[in-house]
């Protein structure tokens, strides 16, 4: 139990680490929670034009679940790298530093997959860009690639993770209530439209 519990700690420290955030802080745009949706991950920095720090935010979200997830993997084992998973998961939703106020989970949820299942990765990607070509909505295809990720793991014998990613899922999915919202009321922003 306390190998979990650091794995736990170390994922949320790690997670909540906000990229999107000391980007734009540091390339002096400001609070990108003032712009477009008022999130702090990739979608809304894209908002500020700046293409080369939306796609710095979506690898930083990203890759913090992953070291996460494969640190915790190599000291303690599978148990602890979950653990880790869900804690940077939590770290990038409910940063302690922001009031518990984080991000929507995307980037976060495609990092902590990579270092679990590449192929399912792999697949959410598929499903992303797939979308996000045909209808140019950021949300709209993290939500339907979440909501693939548990059956596409569990089909592909890892039903551990499958589980964590539904509950992972399920959290990305209450993030985006606003987002749903807009999406079904016809006003969500499309992609790189300026916000
Ligand atoms: O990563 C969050 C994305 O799915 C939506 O972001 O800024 O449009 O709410 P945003």
Redesign the pocket.
Known sequence: ALVLTLALAGGYLAGSIPFGLILTRYAGLGDVRAI??G?I????VLRTGRKGLAAATLLGDALKGTAAVLVAGRLGGEDAALAAGLGAFLGHLFPVWLGFKGG?G?ATFIGVLLALSPLATLVFAAIWIGLAFAMRY??LS?LSASAATPPVLWALGQPRAAVLFLVLGLLLWWK?AP?IRRLLAGTE?RIGQKG
């Open positions: 477009g949706s999130n991950g990739a979608t809304n929507k995307v950021s949300s993290a985006h987002n922003g």
